[in-house]
């Protein structure tokens, strides 16, 4: 560990200003020396200075930057006239580095190809790139390491990738829709009973069948960064605390589907950037028929080595004009996207 970054319980901008004022009085000290010295020895001084200050500065810790993007495309972006070209002007807008993609479809190898990302999709190997019946999917402007296969391919599977030499494991998943309600605070169920109903149909048995995986890869972050996102097809424990109870008919529900990602130390990245949820709830699921307002889709990291320091929503309705950039661009989804920038330490 770089010695001038150590733990010391001082924020790294407060380490930072303190490091600039400690060279400024240096600076200052060597300043006054050098008008008490004979000026044969003044070179010789100055140019210590200088190999000094550069020794300090090239020892400072440079965050690496990098932004992910998680979007369910909708049948490959198909349901709308080109759409998956729509999908290309969309993320080109964006310019994320990691792309998590759900409900690929055939679509990801011309994407990727148009703009020039790695691609993998998440599938047997020697699957065609092309092939349509394949949910998930990973793009990457970084190389990639090894495959992350699971047993369940079509809702988890992974990548690693390495950026300037640090290996990253990448997730992509889809978690099954069902059960769900558009106002479940309006079911007339207490909150263990919304709990208990949480867990009837198929989002809950998909969860227990890849947490396994989840868990091992959650173990190995000390040394490996892992972030993890997709659509989970789930609303948040986090956006329906004591905070929110008012609008959710004086409610507080530990939701399973992502309490159970915190309880790994998994970290919701939109909400650890926009920590209130009535000013930033973070809409990526709306229908314009019914009071359907939600959040999600996710990007979850953990690593004490990565931290995320900028997160957005995105959202617009199928087929309408989405507005980015001062570009209006026919949105080919039904599902909004999320996009959080990381800072990882080398």
């Known amino acids: 560990m770089n010695i001038l970054h150590r733990n010391t319980g001082i924020e790294k901008p407060h380490q930072d200003m303190l490091l600039s004022i400690c060279l400024m009085m240096v600076h200052l000290k060597i300043l006054i020396i050098l008008t008490l010295i004979k000026p044969s020895m003044k070179n010789v001084l100055l140019i210590s200075f200088v190999m000094l200050f550069s ?16 979007w369910n495309i909708l049948h490959g972006a198909n349901d709308i006239e080109n759409g998956p070209e729509n999908a290309v002007k969309i993320i080109k807008e964006i310019n994320p580095d990691v792309i998590l993609m759900v409900e690929t ?32 999917s990973i793009f990457s402007k970084f190389p990639f390491e090894e495959r992350i296969d699971t047993k369940f391919p079509f809702y988890l599977g992974g990548r690693a990738i390495l950026i300037k030499g640090q290996k990253i494991n990448l ?13 479940p605070e309006k079911m007339g169920k207490t909150v ?36 993890f996102g997709g659509d ?23 939701w399973y589907s992502t309490k159970v990602l915190e309880e790994l130390q998994l970290i919701d990245s939109y909400r650890e950037v926009n920590t209130n949820p009535i000013t930033h709830p973070g809409i990526t699921w709306n229908s314009k028929a019914l009071k359907d307002e939600h959040r999600i889709d996710y990007i979850f990291y953990k ?16 087929n309408e004009p989405f507005s980015i950039n001062g570009k209006q661009i026919n949105y080919p989804s039904d599902h909004g996207f999320v996009v959080t920038t990381f800072e990882l330490k080398e």
């Open 232 to 254: 989970m097809n789930s609303i948040s424990h986090l956006d329906w605390g004591e905070d929110t109870k008012e609008i959710h008919e004086n409610l507080v529900v530990p």
């Open 105 to 136: 479809y055939g679509s990801g190898k011309m994407i990727a190809n148009s703009l020039g990302y790695n691609f993998h999709l998440i599938a047997q190997e020697g699957t065609a790139l092309d092939d349509k019946s394949v949910n998930l």
């Open 55 to 70: 020794f300090v500065a090239n020892t400072q810790e440079t965050p690496i930057v990098f932004k992910v993007m998680a």
């Open 192 to 227: 263990e009973e919304l709990l208990e109903w949480e867990r009837t149909e198929t989002k809950y048995k998909m969860i227990q069948k890849v947490l396994p995986t989840i868990k091992k890869y959650a173990l190995q972050t000390d040394s490996i960064p892992m972030i």
């Open 303 to 318: 690593s004490p080595k990565l931290k995320a320091i900028k997160s957005a929503s995105y959202m617009a309705f199928l």
């Open 171 to 183: 997730f992509s998943n889809w978690f099954h829709y069902l059960p769900w309600n558009d106002e």
